[in-house]
């Protein structure tokens, strides 16, 4: 049992000493698609390191049960893919909206969306330029985003089932993404694209244009939500057409279930951030913040653990324990790594990360429950973070400087991402209070000596 210890970060190798605390009936409760037989998923994170994942080695991680859960979970996705596949469930590639379209995608049975591109990461967590070399080989420039290993892995085919079906989003989105994802479909397979709209603001020479609001105060062309409303119709024809089903009512319990998983990621978030000494480390937040975007391919059993994580973080903060110093400097952290090492050195050197802006916003927001549900999704999908101007993405981490509880910002810029790397500059010149670093993140295993310096002067400066 792993009740009575206290929260830490720990290693590979503590947290095998510690995985054998844990009763054999305990590793069995907890299984996805709800399978007996091989829904298994707790296991000591260093096999997954044994399995590629060789940057486990160099991480911490959160020592809590919760914890092992969530990353046996989300490192278990390819396994849990496969085993979908095998089983006659229906593979649902979703590609480039981050967290719409999975919501129609969950309104069929036994269809399971996931993102491929998030394959972003896996260079990193394998520390490995396999499928980087590879996506070379297959025509991408070097100096373009790491989400170029998605070509690679679709070449590959071994780290995803093949899907049975691609959607993928154009117009208002990462050129980078894009012109990866148009390579996907030149080595023959078949996309369904929609395409997502700029947000752009009210302008005087469009007088006439009536204008909308989302919950969070953005405006936008009130003829967007029809035009949203039928890209997503077009979606849930070509799901109709695959699986011969198609309840509408279904959508609105998709949409319900994702707000569940919404708010409940709303509340662990605020808990985290707000409390005085900080109750779970910041890369693991991460991967529950991504987490909104499809649930890791299970989301029923996604948030069983995210419940689990919260009554966690709620002990730690009653009792006033947690995983980091009490005088750790409050961060806010703009454009998710792609590299999870920096997470960790971040909060090894002092810092602490209290606001987030990951380039998902609309994974974030509440969808309406008491509209049409296409309507509800085309205006859930206005509070995109990359629809719209710099000033809107970062305005929450603007007031959160206002109000003097983020003393410093860090900015992750992948190397070579054309989107990122333009518009760091813009977000530096907007937030003119608040120091601010700017990282360039390196290719696998290029963390350097001078990129700890760099945040270590940077904290003690804060400091
Ligand atoms: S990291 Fe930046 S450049 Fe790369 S796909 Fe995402 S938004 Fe585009």
Redesign the pocket.
């Known amino acids: 049992m792993l009740k009575n210890i206290d929260p830490q970060k720990i290693s590979l190798k503590e947290w095998s000493r510690q995985f054998r605390l844990l009763d054999d009936s305990e590793i069995r409760r907890f299984k996805y698609y709800n399978n007996d037989e091989w829904g298994i998923y707790l296991s000591p994170p260093a096999t997954f390191m044994v399995y590629g994942a060789r940057e486990l080695r160099k991480l911490k991680l959160d020592n809590s049960l919760a914890a092992l859960r969530l990353w046996g979970f989300a490192l278990n996705e390819s396994e849990r893919l496969f085993r979908a596949r095998q089983s006659g469930k229906h593979i649902i590639a979703t590609m480039g909206d981050l967290g719409t379209v999975p919501v129609i995608a969950m309104a069929f049975p036994d269809c399971i969306p996931f993102y491929p ?1 998030c394959t ?1 990461w896996t260079p990193f967590f394998n520390e490995s330029t396999v499928l980087l070399d590879k996506a070379s080989e297959l025509g991408t420039p070097e100096a373009s ?3 170029r290993s998605t070509l690679a892995a679709f070449h590959k085919m071994a780290y995803f089932p093949k899907p049975d079906i691609l959607f993928a989003s154009t117009g208002a989105s ?1 050129d ?2 894009s012109c990866i994802m148009q390579m996907v479909e030149d080595m023959g397979f078949e996309l369904n694209w929609l395409e997502i709209p700029f947000r752009r603001k009210k302008q005087d020479h469009f007088t006439d244009e009536k204008y909308a609001r989302t919950p969070q105060g953005l405006d936008y062309p009130e003829r967007f939500e029809t035009y949203l409303i039928n890209e997503y119709k077009h979606v849930w024809q070509r799901m109709q057409d695959l699986t011969n089903d198609g309840d509408p009512e279904k959508l609105g319990e998709s949409i319900k279930k994702n707000n569940r998983l919404r708010r409940l990621v709303d509340q662990i978030k605020a808990l985290t951030h707000g409390a005085k000494i900080a109750p779970f480390p910041a890369l693991e937040m991460m991967v529950i913040e991504f987490g909104n975007l499809y649930g890791y391919a299970d989301i029923d059993e996604w948030i069983d653990i995210l419940e689990m994580v919260k009554s966690k973080i709620i002990d730690r903060v009653k009792s006033g324990n947690g995983v980091l110093d009490s005088d750790a400097i409050p961060l806010a952290w703009i454009t998710p790594t792609a590299d999870p090492l920096l997470l960790n050195i971040v909060e090894d050197l002092g810092g602490r990360v209290v606001a987030t802006e990951y ?1 998902i916003n609309q994974a974030l927001s509440e969808i309406e429950e008491d509209i049409d549900p296409f309507r509800a999704l085309a205006r859930s999908f206005m509070n995109a973070s ?1 629809i719209g101007s710099t000033e809107e993405r970062i305005r929450h981490i603007s007031a959160g400087v206002d109000s003097g509880r983020i003393a410093g910002v860090i900015i992750t810029n ?1 190397l070579g ?4 790397a333009m518009e760091t500059r813009a977000i530096e010149k907007r937030l003119k209070n608040v120091p601010i670093l700017a990282i360039d993140i390196p290719a696998p295993l290029g963390i350097t000596e001078q990129i700890r310096t760099r945040i270590a002067a940077f904290i003690e400066m804060l400091k």
């Open positions: 591109d972003w985003c790491f989400v990462c980078d993404y380039v990359l992948m991402c054309s989107h990122c």
